[in-house]
């Protein structure tokens, strides 16, 4: 008989549950038969604008360049980043993705013997990045949904050198407010790498946002990440970074794959950070189908978890059930029983046509 192969792989790596990504338009499209162009996707917080002007022209500009490697070091973008956060380039990691960003950090910073700590309902990524590197998950128990910071602070044990919070999180769109995040990070022990995911940074009201770039100096030990796939819509190309201490930046960058982030990605994250009023109109046009979902769902009686995201979370009761019935109905959302929250489905805000077709089916769907 053949030896399953599978066996050979680390425990720890074995029992991992494989992420479960938002349903592609192109599979349910083959599964009931329907044209993928009636298919409304909200599964994944991705754009609905798009990209901006700007960034189309870089990434039709990188198409004669594909042949050659991408540059490794990804200068051009650095220097972006460090223009608009007004850091050193040597405090930039680049990403595939700021997921990458964050397989680093547990690569860099985790292993057997050691833990993290992250509260429930958090984002999906961070028990997985922690358990492929065999270490142990603290999970906290949420607070009203977020993360309790106070309860996490004292899960903090002497096995703990990383700690995940995604602001605003994701699945639940909660937010901690700037003062109780630094006010954490002054109890958190030196040793302890603290991620800030601020991967919806660009969806917050402006006098929500955190000033975490600025507390770099002050702690060493935080790890600031941040995504071109929600406002800037280049979730297809897969570019993020982390900011960072350099000598946390350094071990990061000995880690990462020398060609993590391909050329054409490096050359549209670079232009959409100068499409500043595409992202400003993402943001506005985010809020008004943040209230326009709110206000369906209130029409529908069905309670939901108020978002600073570009998604909203609605507790629905059946939610498996009601999830293959819009599935039937052309809408993809997101279960989300795998964080925790069986009787709740996520849906990305759409365009105002979209989150209107995901409403009608919805009010269909639990009529049903
Ligand atoms: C909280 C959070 N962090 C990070 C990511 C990773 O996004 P990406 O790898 O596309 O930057 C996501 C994606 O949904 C997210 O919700």
Redesign the pocket.
Known sequence: MLMDLCELSPSYVRSIAPYQPGKPISELAREMGLEESGIVKLA??ENPRGIGPRTRAAIEGAIGEVARYPDGGGFALKQALSARHAVDAASIVL??????V?ELVALAFLGPGRAAVMSQHA?A?YPLATQARGARSIVVPARDYGHDLEAMARAIDEETYVLWI?N???PTGTLAAPEALEAFLRRVPERVVVVL?E??NEYLAPGLRADSVKWLKRHPNLVV?R????AYGL?GL???YGLAHASVADVMNRVRQPFNVNSIGLAAAAAALDDMEFVARSYAENLQGLKQLEEGARALGLEFIPSH?NFITLRVGKAAEIFKRLLRRGVIVRPVAGYGLPEHLRVTVGTGQENERFLAALAASVKE
Do not use: E, I, Q
């Open positions: 994944s917080n990403g595939n993705g700021s997921n990458d964050l984002f990524v995604a605003p999180n994701n995911d991967a919806y990440t995504t071109f796939s929600k979730a897969r570019v993020g995201g």
